[in-house]
Nanobody, 123 residues
Framework: QVQLVESGGGLVQAGGSLRLSCAASGRTFSSYAMGWFRQAPGKERFFVAGINWGPGSTYYADSVKGRFTISRDNAKNTVYLQMNSLKPEDTAVYYC????????????????WGQGTQVTVSS
């Protein structure tokens, strides 16, 4: 069982930056792939970024490539999402999720989810 707790959301102006954190419980964090997803009101939950197990290869949605960076610190059981050059269309609730070993862009394939953190980007 893995429990995930996100933090770091907030209100920021367009062009600004935020860093989201997702702290995981459990002793096998390094064996999980981690994903960040976001969901705007009335919309589906979409993949943002993923990182594979171990030191982890990283993957991004086209809409955030070059602006967002996912990373993990296995010693701290934490995954991060550094978000730069934020745009109003990045406004959403951001969720972290875990699944075994390799990332996926499909939300339904993840076994564990955090409660989400709100990111609001003003124009």
């Amino acid at each position: 069982q893995v429990q995930l707790v996100e933090s770091g959301g907030g209100l920021v102006q367009a062009g600004g930056s935020l860093r989201l954190s997702c702290a995981a419980s459990g002793r096998t964090f390094s064996s999980y792939a981690m994903g960040w997803f976001r969901q705007a009101p009335g919309k589906e939950r979409f993949f943002v970024a993923g990182i594979n197990w171990g030191p982890g290869s990283t993957y991004y949605a086209d809409s955030v490539k070059g602006r967002f960076t996912i990373s993990r610190d296995n010693a701290k059981n934490t995954v991060y999402l550094q978000m730069n050059s934020l745009k109003p269309e990045d406004t959403a609730v951001y969720y972290c999720a875990a699944r075994s070993y390799y990332y996926s862009e499909y939300a339904a394939s993840y076994n564990y989810w955090g409660q989400g953190t709100q990111v609001t980007v003003s124009s």
